[in-house]
């Protein structure tokens, strides 16, 4: 029997080889004339092996939505007396932008920035991410801060909003052409400063 830690990276590189696999095709075709079978073929696994990853075609282009929400949580709930939530997460923000340059080429226009510029139904999907981001940011915010509960819901929209403008600005960015190494040099220096601001706003 194999090991817990070969086996889980197993899964993990067969997540991975999935995911990149449908941004390639959302690439080369647009999201919604890819199948979950063409994705499936493609990949070279079976169908339901993609269902099990991905119960749905949505989460293949929102892929990393629990894993970076779990890591938000993290990070505000431990973070010191005295820190803000977006202090807690400024340097994990910040290594989100630097990551956007290791976006392989033929992947970059299957991305959930770019397909959200150029479709309305992944357009809804980000939104939709984003909402559900600031709801859990809230909760997380407000079990750990001494603040009512409409003040941490406005706090979690305003974290959650510095994704939205991740997603968004990167999304027309690869769509006027920029390289993956472009689009995280422009966007780091915004980025920066927009946690900076929100972290004097929040710092009480």
């Given at each position: 029997?194999?090991?817990?830690?070969?086996?889980?990276?197993?899964?993990?590189?067969?997540?991975?080889?999935?995911?990149?696999?449908?941004?390639?095709?959302?690439?080369?075709?647009?999201?919604?004339?890819?199948?979950?079978?063409e994705i499936a073929r493609a990949a070279e696994v079976?169908?339901?092996?993609?269902?099990?990853?991905?119960?749905?075609?949505?989460?293949?282009?929102?892929?990393?939505?629990?894993?970076?929400?779990?890591?938000?949580?993290?990070?505000?709930?431990?973070?010191?007396?005295?820190?803000?939530?977006?202090?807690?997460?400024?340097?994990?923000?910040?290594?989100?932008?630097?990551?956007i340059r290791d976006t392989q080429p033929e992947i970059?226009?299957?991305?959930?920035?770019?397909?959200?510029?150029?479709?309305?139904?992944?357009?809804?999907?980000?939104?939709?991410?984003?909402?559900?981001?600031?709801?859990?940011?809230?909760?997380?915010?407000?079990?750990?801060?001494?603040?009512?509960?409409?003040?941490?819901?406005?706090?979690?929209?305003?974290?959650?909003?510095?994704?939205?403008?991740?997603?968004?600005?990167?999304?027309?960015?690869?769509?006027?052409?920029?390289t993956p190494a472009e689009i995280a040099d422009a966007?780091?220096?915004?980025?920066?400063?927009?946690?900076?601001?929100?972290?004097?706003?929040?710092?009480?």
């Amino acid at each position: 029997m194999a090991e817990p830690g070969l086996r889980d990276l197993k899964k993990a590189r067969t997540r991975r080889l999935i995911a990149d696999t449908a941004a390639r095709l959302f690439a080369e075709q647009g999201y919604e004339q890819v199948t979950v079978r063409e994705i499936a073929r493609a990949a070279e696994v079976a169908e339901q092996t993609v269902y099990n990853y991905f119960p749905t075609k949505e989460q293949l282009v929102t892929d990393r939505e629990q894993q970076i929400q779990q890591q938000l949580d993290d990070l505000i709930r431990s973070r010191p007396v005295g820190t803000s939530p977006a202090a807690a997460i400024r340097d994990f923000v910040l290594q989100s932008v630097s990551a956007i340059r290791d976006t392989q080429p033929e992947i970059a226009r299957g991305t959930l920035g770019y397909l959200a510029v150029i479709s309305p139904a992944v357009n809804r999907l980000a939104l939709e991410l984003t909402d559900r981001q600031a709801t859990a940011l809230a909760a997380a915010i407000g079990e750990t801060s001494p603040i009512t509960p409409e003040i941490a819901r406005l706090q979690g929209i305003a974290l959650a909003g510095v994704f939205q403008i991740i997603i968004s600005e990167s999304g027309h960015r690869a769509r006027e052409g920029q390289t993956p190494a472009e689009i995280a040099d422009a966007l780091r220096p915004q980025i920066e400063n927009i946690v900076a601001e929100l972290d004097r706003w929040l710092t009480r």
